[in-house]
């Protein structure tokens, strides 16, 4: 079993910076990736970013390319989302998830809450 907690979150002004962390817990040997995620009052949850922990290779879904900035601390098993030049439109739940090579080892956090006031 692994554990996922997010931490970071809280309230910034458009423009400005976050940086949120996920820290994965527990029995870890299956995963390789881990992802973010946000999501609206009453929509899914949509993808945000995602890192390989054996290579650090990344993507981004286009809303956010170019402004955050994913990366890992593998012997931590800690994964960091920076978060710059953030709009009100960013302000979500944000989530965390791990990824193997199998479903059975995809993990949530609880997610911790993003407020971007303009």
């Known amino acids: 079993q692994v554990q996922v907690a997010e931490s970071g979150g809280g309230a910034a002004q458009a423009g400005g910076s976050l940086r949120l962390s996920c820290v994965a817990s527990g029995d870890t040997s299956c995963v390789v990736s881990m992802a973010w995620y946000r999501q609206y009052p009453g929509k899914e949850r949509e993808f945000v970013s995602y890192?390989?922990?054996?290579?650090?290779?990344?993507r981004y879904s286009d809303s956010v390319k170019g402004r955050f900035t994913i990366s890992r601390d593998n012997a931590k098993d800690t994964v960091y989302l920076q978060m710059d030049t953030l709009k009100p439109d960013d302000s979500a739940t944000y989530y965390c998830?791990?990824?193997?090579?199998?479903?059975?080892?995809?993990?949530w956090g609880q997610g911790t809450q993003v407020t971007v006031y303009s």
């Open positions: 998830a791990t990824g193997g090579m199998s479903k059975s080892c995809e993990f």
């Open positions: 890192i390989k922990y054996a290579d650090g290779w990344s």
